[in-house]
């Protein structure tokens, strides 16, 4: 099991914890993820963290598809890699949420189907440099032909020759997303995975599987799961800990009737402690919103307690079909204690 660590957005000041990724890198840590909403961007980051580390990997979970076109994207991501020696740069891609898209960057939010899929294939296209690039797709198109055109858009290949196999990874959901995913990704940023749900999601990656052809499977697809991780003698205090980020995502982040983060914990069967919290969150009352995320939530979606807890609760993630963990805001202990857990640098 490989294992990586989410360091997020910024808040009010930029922070890149560098002790951490350079503590995470040298106990054995596959890779690095950044973020992005509406603050501190995702792609930059990953520059100044290549400048200080070595090998692990720079990772975006997730770039918003509406914040840059493919083209923009294809191409930072090209040249952090470059930067970085070449193989280091995965790029995972999400569409965020209606909220953010339209309210923060003025698109509509239009058919995310194919919105993605047509952003991974050009992304791909810029990459591979076969022809110069040219893509007639639902949601974009190479050159551009819509309103507002001068119709003399010429299709282009990059100056950069450019790695053709920087990894894309998609975040994704729901049964139409993830069967795309796994037709037109390299990996996946699941949304609401959980020890035991694999069989939910596998037949919708199967389908895309097939769709893809070439022999394309689980084989050759990473999984890459998100958990949190608190290392505390004190398990209540711990799951407590949490508690404040469910409250803001399920509560608050995105419209009422368009929450992903709600629906997902409806969907594990959590839909009466999913709605309490949005509606004490919405009238302004967050501390007893905190107070009304179950601690049976929080732990089925994180590792906390003191070490012996936590090893004895690791298998169930080890086992769960991911290919890597990545540890969301972890602090230095628990990416210490993940290590020994994880037997990193250990022969398995």
């Known amino acids: 099991m490989k294992l990586g660590i989410a360091i997020g957005y910024s808040g009010r000041h930029l922070n890149i914890p560098m002790d951490l990724i350079q503590r995470a890198e040298a106990l054995g840590y596959d890779s690095v993820w950044t973020a992005e909403a509406y603050g501190s961007d995702a792609m930059t980051p990953l520059a100044f963290i290549a400048a200080k580390t070595e090998r692990i990997k720079l990772c975006t979970g997730i770039i918003q598809l ?10 930072q991501a090209a040249t952090i890699d470059a930067m970085a020696g070449g193989g280091r740069v995965v790029i995972g ?14 698109q509509p939010w239009g058919r995310p189907y194919y919105r993605i899929k047509d952003y991974v294939q050009i992304m791909k296209k810029i990459w591979r440099r076969e022809a110069p690039v040219e893509h007639d797709g639902k949601a974009f198109q190479l050159p551009f032909h819509g309103a507002g055109a001068m119709g003399i858009g010429k299709p282009l290949k990059s100056i950069l020759h450019m790695n053709p196999d920087i990894p894309i990874i998609l975040g994704t ?11 037109v990704a390299d990996g996946w940023l699941p949304l609401g ?3 035991g749900t694999m069989e939910e999601y596998q037949p919708w990656l199967d389908e895309g599987f097939a769709r893809a052809g070439d022999g394309k499977s689980m084989d050759n697809f990473d999984v890459h799961a998100g958990v949190a991780v608190v290392v505390d003698d004190d398990v209540k205090r711990g799951l407590h800990s949490l508690k ?5 995502y399920v509560g608050g982040m995105g419209h009422k009737d368009t929450n992903f983060h709600h629906q997902s914990m ?17 009238a302004g009352r967050k501390e007893e919103a905190i107070d009304a995320v179950p601690d049976e939530w929080i732990d ?12 004895e609760r690791y298998p169930a993630w080890a086992d769960s079909g991911a290919t890597s963990l990545i540890l969301r805001h972890p602090d230095m202990r628990a990416v210490e204690t993940m290590a020994e ?8």
């Open 66 to 75: 509406a914040a840059r076109t493919p083209a923009n994207a294809a191409m």
């Open 93 to 106: 891609i999400g569409v965020s949420g209606p909220q953010i898209v339209e309210g923060w960057y003025g």
């Open 173 to 183: 959901g729901n049964e139409s997303t993830v069967r795309l995913t796994g037709e």
């Open 193 to 195: 995975f959980l020890p």
């Open 244 to 248: 404040g980020d469910v409250a803001l």
């Open 266 to 282: 409806t969907r594990r069967g959590f839909g009466d402690a999913a709605n309490r919290i949005q509606e004490l969150f919405l």
């Open 300 to 311: 089925t979606k994180a590792l906390v307690g003191p070490l012996k807890r936590i090893k």
């Open 341 to 348: 857990v994880a037997r990193l640098n250990q022969g398995g």
